[in-house]
């Protein structure tokens, strides 16, 4: 496995690639491996001739209280999960080689219909953030697919706009969440919970399932749905952020059951925000 740190030692891999007629996925990270990082890699494995991952705690999309700084950073081990799964390359670039100019970058992408809400709402400019990355990952790795987990689904649908809106030639592939046996969807933030905090987590999952359940058997009002669920992780000890019964499509609020949904939430256990998803 190679490993990357500049530009153009990218670049040369990357056409050194292409001129081979290979098919190359890509699988962009935060680093902190875990189980759901290297599903993403095992699915790009089947799209693909050549597969590269990136690690980047990316500055742009964190707010100004947010955990940048302590955010979990383990490249060795990460690079040692990339290798025993076959990764070809894995790209580790420091901020000043993605914003070689700081905070002086005028250009940035944003997808506001669908980045104003849920996620967007309690975290201003994290998506334009995580657009304006992904915009220039992919313009230095020029994949032909890359890989997004649905359990960011906010997210995903904002790389997919943003990929039609830009006319990327790149297939975007969403890989369902990789969860715990109790059902928490792994992420790299679940490192901060405590072991009384970790107990609780799983109850986030627990309510979506819960109203997916009400909403398949009956025609209940959303809004009192959305409200009772989040009284039941307050109930708990979860403080909810939100939890919106959407349209699948727009990501806008659902009121029947004829469209097809998707139920989006968020909640703090302490000072760590979980973060999950559920189609119904
Ligand atoms: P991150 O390192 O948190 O930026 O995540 C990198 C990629 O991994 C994103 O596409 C995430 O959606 C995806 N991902 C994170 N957690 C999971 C999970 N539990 N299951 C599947 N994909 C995930």
Known sequence: MKIVNSIDSLRAEMTRWRKAGERIAFVPTMGNLHQGHLRLVEVA??????????????????GANEDL?????????????????????????TPDIIYPRGLAQQTFVE???????????SRPGHFRGVATVVCKLFNLVQPDVACFGQKDYQQLAIIRQMVADLSFPIEIIGVPTERAAD??????????????????APKLQQVLQQIKQQIQQSDTDFRQLESEAKAQLSAAGLRPDYLNISDRGTLQPADSRQQALVILAAAWLGNTKLLDNLEV
């Open 69 to 93: 700084d302590s955010y979990p950073r383990t490249l060795q081990a990460d690079c040692d999960a990339l290798q025993q799964l076959r990764t070809d390359a894995v790209f580790t670039p």
């Open 45 to 62: 494995h089947q799209h693909a001739d050549r597969v590269i991952a990136s690690i980047f705690v990316n500055p742009m999309q964190f």
């Open 183 to 200: 059902g928490l969807a792994l992420s790299s933030r679940n490192g901060y919970l405590s072991a009384e905090q970790r107990a609780i």
């Open 111 to 121: 997808v506001p219909e669908l980045g104003d809400h849920h996620c967007g709402a």
